[in-house]
């Protein structure tokens, strides 16, 4: 197809109108500009609080859209963004007055069951993925909500109720095919391009657009699995039981503790709705009988919860447990942080904090940094906090735009009492675009300078820098 009707956005016809019509003629995607219907659509990202207006969306339809796209941004010198889910809390899949490139329409997944590998396109989400993959009882490691984009989540790092069993997203990503900043096609995996392979494991979207992922993925099918929330009175013990617990259980069971809110909704006991509450979440990946045995010195140790609804499901069941409570458009404003200890103190700072949360839906979740993950080395990924216990995400969320500020505040000052007893760095993923200083190049540690030459080498003008940039070294 060629470009979708009233010729966009004036910068970019000034820029040159003759270049525009040239990518339309050969492109097979949707070009869609400011005055196409279907752009507000088309440019909405998941949180409702980002609101940007790209020049151009460019819906690829395959690789070689890629490439134009590639080559029309780089030669207009206009700012590139790449969308995969479009989930990102800061919107770093879209940009203001420039070019998206925007996966959409990708959405192919192709699972070996032989190999036991996954070959996914960067339009899938989670859920995509994990529909074509639990049809032969498997699955790739990767987050804990199926609208989430598979792309953003992978090069990021990406953590689960698998990761303790079988790694980060990355540490499963086998191969992946990138489109560079020149325009060339290459295929990165241990063997070629390994040191684009390798800093496309963590290092997000800096170093190229990937076209394809192939994962390796792990049986799993049914799984005992569910939330068991507590009252927050109960808070600081369970707490402090989930964080002896959690190391000493069988990495088959991906649990996480939270403090957030009893959702105002059926199917919650009415009783309970709308009370502040610690809870549990996560699935074992096996029987119910092994998975009742590896629950039981935890659920031994505490009171009676509000409620335990851990039950056997389909994997896939659980992974959709979340959508209905966040749909697209939310507001979302997000902190994290590494966190290697979790002294009394903090768990006092995290009950206060959410005792002062100004919406039912914001949140805190801790999710476990172990077994597999403490297996892969510091510096053999770009996701260098393999000492780390658990990654934290403070999440505001609401449903009203004008609360935005009040949940920017509380999820600051939120952060600001439990960051002191954190490591430095936050998994990228769960950052905004207002870090401090200094904040990226934490997260990496002792990776960031490898990534800088590694950057400099495959994007020196930085074209890839709507994202937790890495800069390309000096
Ligand atoms: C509700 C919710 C739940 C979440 N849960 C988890 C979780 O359990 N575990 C977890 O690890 N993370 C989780 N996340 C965070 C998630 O990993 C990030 O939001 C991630 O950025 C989403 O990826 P995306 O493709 O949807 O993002 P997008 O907004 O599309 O893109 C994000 C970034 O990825 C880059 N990118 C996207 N596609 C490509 C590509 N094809 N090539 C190169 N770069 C690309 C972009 O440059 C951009 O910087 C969650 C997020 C949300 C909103």
Not at 167 to 189: I, K, P, Y
Not at 458 to 468: M, S, T
């Amino acid at each position: 197809m060629g470009y979708v009707g009233n010729a966009g956005h004036m910068e970019i016809i000034m820029l040159d109108a003759q270049k525009i019509e040239a990518l339309a003629a050969g492109f097979r995607g949707d070009l869609i500009g400011p005055k196409d219907a279907g752009y507000d659509e088309a440019r909405a990202l998941y949180n409702g609080m980002i609101d940007k207006r790209p020049a151009l969306i460019a819906r690829v339809a395959d690789v070689a859209d890629v490439i134009a796209a590639v080559n029309f941004a780089r030669d207009n010198n206009l700012l590139l963004a790449i969308r995969g889910g479009g989930h990102n809390g800061p919107g770093l899949g879209s940009c203001n007055d420039g070019l998206v490139i925007d996966f959409t329409r990708l959405k192919g997944v192709r699972v070996d069951p032989i190999a036991r590998t996954v070959r996914v396109e960067p339009g899938c989400t989670q859920g995509e993925v994990e529909h074509a993959a639990h049809a032969f009882g498997l699955a790739v490691p990767a987050g804990i909500v199926s609208s989430t984009g598979v792309a953003g989540l992978t090069l990021g790092g990406g953590t689960g109720y698998l990761t303790r069993a079988h790694g980060l997203t990355v540490d499963n990503l086998l191969e992946a095919d990138v489109v560079l900043a020149d325009g060339r096609f290459v295929t990165a995996n241990e063997r070629d391009n390994a040191d684009l392979f390798w800093a496309l494991r963590g290092g997000g979207g800096n170093f190229g657009v990937v076209t394809s992922f192939l994962f390796r993925a792990h049986p799993v099918k049914m799984v005992y699995a569910g939330p068991i929330f507590w009252d927050l009175k109960d808070a600081k013990k369970v707490m402090q039981t989930y964080r002896d617990f959690i190391g000493t259980a069988p990495t088959e069971l991906g649990i996480f503790v939270g403090v957030k809110t009893v959702p105002p909704t059926d199917p919650f006991p009415k009783e309970h709705w709308g009370k502040r509450a610690v809870a549990i979440i996560g699935a074992y990946n096996g029987s119910v009988d092994n998975g009742v045995s590896a629950m039981k010195p935890l659920r031994d140790a505490l009171p009676a919860p509000l409620f335990d609804w851990m039950s056997e499901m389909p994997f896939t069941a659980m992974q959709g447990l979340f959508d209905p409570f966040f749909p697209k458009g939310l507001q979302w404003y997000w902190k994290g942080d590494f966190v290697k200890e979790l002294p009394d103190a903090a768990i006092d700072a995290h009950i206060a904090a959410i005792a002062k949360a100004p919406s039912d839906l914001c949140l805190m979740h801790l999710y476990p940094i172990d077994g597999a993950v403490h297996k892969v080395g510091a510096t053999d990924t770009p996701w260098s906090a393999r000492d780390a216990r658990w990654s934290m995400v403070i999440a505001a969320i609401d449903t009203d735009p004008s609360k935005a500020a009040e949940l920017k505040k509380w999820g600051r000052a939120y952060w600001e009492a439990v960051h002191p007893y954190n490591l430095g760095g936050a998994y990228v993923n769960f950052m905004m675009d207002d870090e401090a200083d200094g904040r990226v190049q934490a997260s990496y540690g002792p990776n960031y300078r490898r990534l800088a030459e590694i950057k400099k080498k495959y994007d020196p003008q930085n074209l890839f820098r709507v994202n937790q940039n890495i800069a390309p070294a000096a």
